[in-house]
């Protein structure tokens, strides 16, 4: 019988994955797709998570793979409101790793390889049932797979949390979200991640490696992948006026609606939920797959203490610990999502608070340990 079966091989699966066979426990990933991820999706990692993976041997190769910048901004147009230095943080990360999330996935997947695991796919699980001392997965091609536990890291629509019977409260916002990798020419640099607030929206500029930039944005409606003319009228009515931001080229783009929500409890019995599979929130701040991959060490680490005998109380206080800081993590993303969306007649004193609050470092320096993670140390 497996110690684990971890079903998604996301970042998330896949970083709980590399925690427990690295420890030397048994463990089966399963996955409904036949490849892993072949589009950039989350793009960044933060300080905080790059401590966590660096004693699984996944840091240096993402390190090594993404763009490190070293500020994060918010404008209104040209007008810098907010500046967030991440240089002189405490951290050997200090900065924001710009990175696709099909690099970060393969570099997990490698890693998970080379200590020996693998994934299984394409295999869709249908259900779970507790057996004895563990549960019993079933599988769509009729097959079934024993393990103690079961870790649900697949997604919004996990079938693990179905199963469970645990309740996914909340909601979905009403505007899309439109995101792109681009080129760019014009008033873009590369030394910083830029939230731009505007009337019309927010818009997020970000540097990735080989001289892309990756657009995320709030819209009432878009086309399901979106072109070049329509991305340049966004940054057009959000992004930098003195000198304007040029789309040259479409690498890759896509709509999505964005829900808002947590589950009920993190823990039911022998199931364990990590990442999108337990909270989904806005994508301001870029936090979504930096909670996942906490989740994913804080729960393979627990889960490897508890099959070393330890009591299964430790996974109720995952539960309760990791459920409060995606509370914290989903008002944080909804405060920025809600401050770049402030109807005109509020935008100055909005403004003139953060340049205000701009002016004191220990609003900065809070700031940055907030939005590296590495507040939750």
Request: glycine share 10%.
């Given at each position: 019988m497996?110690?684990?079966l971890?079903?998604?091989?996301g970042?998330v699966?896949?970083t709980?994955?590399?925690?427990?066979t690295?420890?030397?426990?048994?463990?089966?990933v399963i996955d409904?797709?036949?490849?892993?991820?072949?589009?950039?999706r989350?793009?960044?990692?933060?300080?905080?998570?790059?401590?966590l993976?660096?004693?699984?041997g996944v840091s240096?190769d993402?390190?090594?793979r993404?763009v490190?910048?070293p500020a994060f901004s918010?404008r209104?147009?040209?007008?810098?409101?907010l500046?967030?230095?991440?240089?002189?943080?405490?951290?050997a990360?200090p900065y924001?790793?710009?990175?696709?999330?099909a690099d970060?996935?393969?570099?997990?997947?490698r890693?998970l390889?080379?200590l020996?695991?693998r994934?299984l796919?394409?295999?869709?699980?249908?259900?779970v049932?507790?057996?004895?001392?563990?549960?019993?997965?079933?599988?769509?091609?009729?097959?079934?797979i024993?393990?103690?536990?079961?870790?649900?890291?697949?997604?919004?629509?996990?079938?693990v949390?179905?199963?469970a019977?645990i309740?996914?409260?909340?909601?979905?916002?009403?505007d899309?979200?439109v995101?792109?990798?681009?080129?760019?020419?014009?008033?873009?640099g590369?030394g910083?991640?830029?939230?731009?607030?505007?009337?019309?929206?927010?818009v997020?500029?970000?540097?990735?490696p080989?001289g892309r930039?990756?657009?995320?944005?709030?819209?009432d409606d878009?086309p399901?992948?979106?072109?070049a003319?329509?991305v340049?009228r966004?940054?057009d009515?959000?992004?930098?006026?003195?000198?304007?931001a040029?789309v040259?080229q479409?690498v890759?783009s896509?709509?999505f609606?964005?829900?808002?929500r947590i589950a009920?409890a993190?823990?039911?019995?022998?199931?364990i939920?990590a990442?999108?599979a337990a909270?989904?929130h806005s994508?301001?701040?870029?936090?979504?797959?930096n909670?996942?991959?906490e989740d994913?060490?804080?729960?393979?680490?627990?889960?490897?203490?508890?099959l070393d005998?330890?009591p299964?109380?430790l996974?109720?206080?995952?539960a309760?610990?990791r459920r409060?800081t995606?509370e914290s993590?989903?008002?944080?993303?909804?405060?920025?999502?809600?401050?770049?969306?402030?109807?005109?007649g509020?935008?100055?004193?909005r403004?003139a608070?953060?340049?205000?609050?701009?002016?004191?470092?220990a609003v900065r320096?809070t700031?940055?340990?907030?939005l590296?993670?590495?507040d939750?140390?």
């Amino acid at each position: 019988m497996n110690d684990v079966l971890i079903v998604g091989a996301g970042p998330v699966g896949l970083t709980a994955a590399i925690v427990l066979t690295q420890r030397g426990r048994r463990v089966q990933v399963i996955d409904n797709q036949a490849e892993g991820a072949n589009a950039s999706r989350a793009a960044v990692v933060h300080a905080r998570t790059l401590e966590l993976l660096a004693p699984y041997g996944v840091s240096p190769d993402l390190v090594a793979r993404g763009v490190h910048v070293p500020a994060f901004s918010i404008r209104d147009r040209d007008a810098t409101l907010l500046k967030v230095p991440f240089d002189d943080l405490p951290t050997a990360y200090p900065y924001t790793l710009m990175i696709s999330q099909a690099d970060t996935e393969a570099l997990l997947l490698r890693r998970l390889e080379q200590l020996g695991g693998r994934v299984l796919r394409p295999v869709t699980l249908t259900g779970v049932s507790r057996h004895h001392d563990g549960i019993v997965a079933v599988c769509a091609d009729g097959r079934e797979i024993g393990a103690r536990y079961v870790l649900g890291a697949d997604g919004l629509h996990s079938t693990v949390r179905r199963c469970a019977g645990i309740d996914f409260a909340g909601d979905t916002y009403t505007d899309a979200f439109v995101l792109a990798d681009v080129r760019l020419s014009g008033g873009i640099g590369a030394g910083e991640v830029i939230l731009y607030f505007s009337p019309a929206g927010l818009v997020v500029v970000a540097p990735l490696p080989q001289g892309r930039h990756r657009i995320v944005a709030t819209v009432d409606d878009a086309p399901a992948e979106p072109d070049a003319a329509f991305v340049q009228r966004l940054l057009d009515e959000r992004g930098p006026q003195a000198r304007p931001a040029v789309v040259e080229q479409i690498v890759w783009s896509s709509r999505f609606r964005v829900h808002h929500r947590i589950a009920e409890a993190f823990r039911s019995d022998r199931t364990i939920l990590a990442g999108d599979a337990a909270h989904v929130h806005s994508p301001a701040g870029g936090q979504g797959m930096n909670l996942g991959i906490e989740d994913a060490v804080a729960a393979g680490e627990t889960l490897d203490r508890v099959l070393d005998g330890a009591p299964e109380s430790l996974l109720d206080a995952y539960a309760a610990e990791r459920r409060r800081t995606a509370e914290s993590v989903i008002a944080l993303a909804g405060r920025l999502t809600d401050l770049a969306t402030l109807p005109p007649g509020r935008r100055r004193l909005r403004n003139a608070a953060l340049r205000i609050a701009g002016t004191v470092p220990a609003v900065r320096r809070t700031a940055a340990y907030r939005l590296s993670g590495l507040d939750r140390r």
